[in-house]
């Protein structure tokens, strides 16, 4: 029998009230005391968290899911529970028991969810990162180094799925960021799940090696538990959150005394073997076989070398297809693991308007075209328990009469502060030889310094300035951003600044327009009421953003006025109208032959949004705009079905339907999208996947077949053919298929 040490739980408080701060009176003295009360405020919510000790195992329990009659788990830590949906405070409907423990090695957590009626139980999906909103599903968060700011979060359903993510900012706190939960973190853990009649239950195995914290001996770590039961659509916390925040709300976690985690360091050594075969009909058939390397090294436990040799995604999914319905770049998102770990730290500017480091120009040509990688290193984490630091640097390989050899850096050191509050820095460089004149350097480099302040427990002043430099670009080449946010059960406030300058050029980032003044506000009220039997929320709300270019014109102006319907089934209806203002300085085409021409233009539009409830087997959405574009008229519907059988086979069907009168066009034409996506998993690590687009206006199709056999969280056996079709190529309809084999293993060296 393994020996535990006793555990104390507390009831949490309710809710710190954060001062009244009079901003008008800005100065050093007042700056002084308002971060010292933001302090206070934040410890004191932080000692009003419910509280416990983990236990000491000498032995580690068995991970099969099994908790009931496990010897191991002879006392729960946590045992009573909050809904914040749908009746916000009132305790749990069923009866949820969770452990804690460890050993010298790894975190354990162990679940028993009680459910009166197991039959009711709904599970959804098997695949790892499936996501977690539309299943009954028990998660919690780890604050390791107690930042308020910083975790790692980790989940799973009845069907034992490995769902596990990386925090940053606290979640977002409700307000403006950007990479603030990065979904796409992947580390080495075990769950196992059981059900039966008392409801089902779940066993975590969590490696210290996966984790990082301080190097100190005995440690308290934040943590949070949250549980779902799908069918009455009820949410539960074991340290209450507040209707407008989530699980990523680290600051609001309880406090797990009591860890002694080992002053370890971690090597690990990831190959791959990969070949291709690519073909088609109007392209000769050629193969080819490619090898690479990752390692992983903890320099410290809270600090982590990465490095890559002839790095390769061949096994990540294709973009999605994008209608670009007006003049400005599309932003498409980075999917491949190595840049995404960790990319919260490198994450300055403005979410797809301002982003001043974006992985994708690495590696990725303009047109989705892949540029080979030849290797790279990233040394990211923490100094201490409140200096974060982040460098990258890689190197693209050339090619030939399009990109020369190019060198990648970026650096970003960020102090943080209590109360969500931080301070930082980052720099990012590209730099390579003249494509057409070898020796003369071509270079691209962007600086910023950027902030957070966090205003009691639920207000926040971010900004950011920035400044590039490109030789051929001189004057005029600053950004900023200074926004607020502030937002309580009932009420939600923001409103902010951004401006770009006319020769503001982050290459290596994303900047969606240049040239411009934005201004933007946005209110919202949440309604609830104990009397409603069914609605379960009414959010109003209102919000404005405008776009001013450098010589005044008035670019974009956008008045939005809505209403969200809730039900406690699930059910959504969002009612909204929009006030649109467009400033076209010159013709663009929209479609094929279909130009905007430049001028002003004022519309109005009509917007509803339908959505069913996701947890059932069949669900579906849709999101349609009637109303004037471009002086035109513009019916718009996006409708999406949903279905699954199980956990095992998911399905959704998804429509992008444009049809368009531009003013001076005599008929209306149609611009079309669909996507039809497909899953089967035969268990948590097997998984069969397809993705079927087809875009009418380039009359392209293509297909994405994935079968993944994974052996560790990135690592496995991929089987991948990729195939598109393209009519737009003058008479002839072109073919183009590409198969793919990628093995990869991790080799835990120690």
Known sequence: ??????????????????????????????????????????????????????????????????????????????????????????????????????????????????????????????????????????????????????????????????????????????????????????????????????????????????????????????????????????????????????????????????????????????????????????????????????????????????????????????????????????????????????????????????????????????DGSQIPIKGGARLSGKIGSSTNVGFLHMQAEEVAGVVAQTDFTVARVSQEFANRSSLGVIFVNREADELDQPGRSDYNRTYAVDGRWGIGADGQITGFVAKTDTPELKGDDTAFQLAGNYSSEAWSYSGGVTQVGKNFNPEVGFLRRRDYTKANVRVLHRIRNSSWKNMLELRPHVSYAGFWGGDGLHETGFLHIDNHWEWQSGFEVHTGVNFLHEGVREDFELAPGKVVRAGDYDDEELQLVLMTDRGAPLSFSVRSHIGGFFGGERVQLRPTIRYRIGDAFNASLAWNYNQIKLAYEPKPFDLNIARLRLNYSFNPKVSLQALVQYNDSTDVMATNLRLAWLTSADAGFYLVYNETRDDDVGMFREKRNEWILKFSHTFDVF
Not at 72 to 82: D, E, L, S
Not at 120 to 130: F, M
Not at 244 to 257: F, I, K, P, Y
């Open 1 to 366: 029998m393994a020996e535990v040490r006793y555990v104390v739980t507390l009831p949490k408080g309710i809710v710190v009230l954060p001062n009244v701060l009079s901003i008008s009176a800005f100065t050093r003295t007042t700056l002084t005391a308002l971060c010292l009360s933001a302090a206070a405020q934040w410890v004191s919510a932080n000692d009003a968290a419910p509280t416990g000790v983990a236990a000491r195992f000498l032995t580690a329990p068995v991970i099969d899911g099994e908790v009931i009659s496990d010897s191991a788990w002879v006392r729960p830590f946590a045992t009573q529970f909050w809904q914040q949906r749908p009746q916000e405070g009132a305790p749990a409907t069923q009866e949820t028991e969770v452990f804690v423990g460890f050993t010298d090695d790894a975190l354990y957590v162990a679940v028993i969810a009680y459910d009166t009626d197991p039959e009711g139980i709904i599970v959804s999906g098997q695949r790892r990162d499936d996501p977690l909103e539309d299943t009954d599903m028990f998660a919690f968060v780890i604050d390791s180094f107690r930042d308020g700011q910083n975790g790692f979060l980790f989940g799973t359903n009845p069907s034992g799925i490995e769902t596990d993510g990386q925090i940053t900012r606290d979640g977002g706190a409700g307000g403006p960021g950007i990479s603030s939960f990065n979904m796409n973190w992947d580390t080495n853990w075990q769950v196992k799940t059981q059900t039966g009649d008392f409801g089902w239950s779940a066993e975590f195995e969590i490696p210290f090696k996966s984790l990082r914290y301080p190097a100190d001996g005995v440690q308290s770590w934040g943590m949070n538990f949250r549980r779902s039961i799908r069918r009455n659509n009820e949410t539960v916390f074991w340290a209450p959150i507040q209707r407008q925040h989530s699980l990523m709300r680290v600051t609001d976690a309880g406090v797990v005394s009591g860890f002694e985690p080992p002053r370890q360091r971690n090597l690990k050594v990831t190959p791959y073997a990969l070949g291709k075969q690519n073909g088609g009909n109007m392209i000769e058939s050629q193969s080819d076989q490619e090898f690479g390397v990752d390692v992983k090294y903890g320099v410290t436990p809270s600090l982590t070398l990465d490095l890559t040799y002839n790095t390769d995604f061949a096994q990540v999914e294709v973009d999605e297809f994008q209608a670009n319905l007006d003049r400005f770049s599309l932003f498409l998102p980075e999917q491949r693991p190595f840049f995404l770990e960790n990319a919260g730290q490198f994450a300055v500017g403005v979410a797809r308007e301002v982003e001043l480091f974006f992985s994708r120009r690495i590696g990725i040509g303009p």
